[in-house]
């Protein structure tokens, strides 16, 4: 598998509150990306505790006998619930990260085998030589009107709510924790990014963007860039992984 993350603090802001990992090994993989709120360093803070739960995780997991695939599901959710009461905790000791808070997107890989932790509107794409897939669903409150029928998908593009969350971690310590579990093809790819991206790339010019670049490195690169160019209105982050299946180098 050949794999790039990459983080852009955007044209508009001076900070980077968004985190990410990549970590790949001969059995399992793991991938995600985590876009803080709360202004100031809390944000920041916020979206990297997340990220270290899952780092911690990988530094100590024995690789000789990582754990079986039918676990992944049950290691996720408990990495997550783990990773809300961390910043809970952070939040409680220090009045100036009250309301601090965190999307996560994390993703085990296995082989081909896929299982996705996900909270809050960071996304999680599956690209084959034919379309760009959405694996996850944002947790936002323009999804839920688009939903409910009151607004286009169309009228979503540049709504003032578009960024107002219903689910993140750092908000509630009853979190709920939307898991995912598919099969992939070795010619499939995996692009995991924070609202930054979204924001300001159409889905089909994501896809065109992965097809001209087939190197992740050079795909990332050029998502951020023309994210970028867009605007750049919020922290951009892309984590890209392709020949899902094949051995790490």
Known sequence: MR???LTHPGRERSQNEDSYLVKTGEDLSILAVADGMGGHVAGEVASALAIGVFERYWNELDLK?????????????????KANSTILEAAARDSSKTG??????????????????????????????????????????LEQLIQAGRISPEEAEGHPKRHILVRALGTSADLEID??????NESEALLFCS?????MVRD??????????????SAAEALIKLANDRGGCDNITVVY?????????
């Open 3 to 5: 794999t790039a993350g």
């Open 65 to 81: 006998e990582p754990p079986p695939r039918g676990r992944f599901a049950e290691i996720i959710n408990n990495l997550i619930i």
């Open 100 to 141: 601090m808070g965190t999307t996560l997107t994390a993703g085990f890989l296995s082989g081909r085998s896929l299982t996705i932790g996900h909270v809050g509107d960071s996304r999680a794409y599956l690209i084959s030589g034919e379309a760009l897939t959405l694996l996850t669903e944002d947790h936002s409150l």
């Open 179 to 184: 898991l995912i579990e598919r099969e992939l």
């Open 195 to 199: 609202d930054g991206l979204t924001s």
């Open 204 to 217: 089909d010019e994501i896809y065109r963007v992965t097809q001209e670049y087939p190197d992740p490195l």
């Open 241 to 249: 992984a392709t020949e899902i299946g094949r051995q790490a180098v």
